[in-house]
């Protein structure tokens, strides 16, 4: 047996292949389940929250960051939604990130997002936030890298790994908003040789708190000359 086929095994061994949501089996979410999964519908500055046009950075909070918008995808209170993204990080299920990617995909599509920013394959880059090494080697996978590779492979826009984080910052999960920030404190530098100035970014990550990640990966982007910097996540949780 290969490892390839050995590492599915073992997949399906300790996580069935069955519907996250109804338990039809042959597949980790039905096609009736994955229509049930609904779009967000909110539009909104993701570090505040007051309502803005299709998730821009409001005029406040662009004082404090580069980012012009971060699109949600979706609502972070959906319980399938939340067994996806669950399953994703921790039960090493890799093939989640082909239901995430389409349900990305819908949502771009249903809001007319990468025309009215003019976001196409000729001037934007996508990069994923990048996971510490330690962690990525522990998971075998950065479920942001898959996302950005779904979203590459429709939309032809190429994905680079422009950041690499430098510090192994601490789980986020169990930090309040200021020891998150300080946690993020220049986690990020800049990993490019090809010139690729006057590009567009797109920053991808599976869900958002306070946006400190995104907001620190903005400005080390920034710090190297990108000034049109997009963030696309999948939910917002509550901090
Ligand atoms: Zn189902
Ligand atoms: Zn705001």
Known sequence: MDILKLKDWFIDLIFPKECISCGLEETYLCHTCFKRLELNKQF????????TNHSQICENCKKKTALKAVFVVADY?????????HNLKYNFVEEISDYLGDLIIRYLK????????????????ICPVPLHKKRYLARGFNQSELLAQKLSVYYKIPTRNLLIRQINTMSQ???????????LKNAFIFNNQESIKNKKILLIDDVVTTGSTL?????????KGFSEIYGLVIAQRED
Do not use: G, M, P, W
């Not at 930090?175 to 946690?183: A, D, G, I, S, V």
């Not at 907001?215 to 710090?223: G, T, V, Y």
């Open 77 to 85: 209170n959906n319980q399938i939604l939340q067994n996806l993204l």
């Open 110 to 125: 249903a809001n007319n997002i990468l025309k009215i920013f003019q976001i196409n394959f000729d001037n934007t880059i």
């Open 215 to 223: 907001i620190e990966s903005a400005q080390a982007l920034e710090q």
């Open 44 to 51: 909104y500055c993701v570090l505040c929250k007051k309502q």
């Open 173 to 183: 999960v169990n930090l309040n908003r200021q020891e998150r920030q300080t946690n």
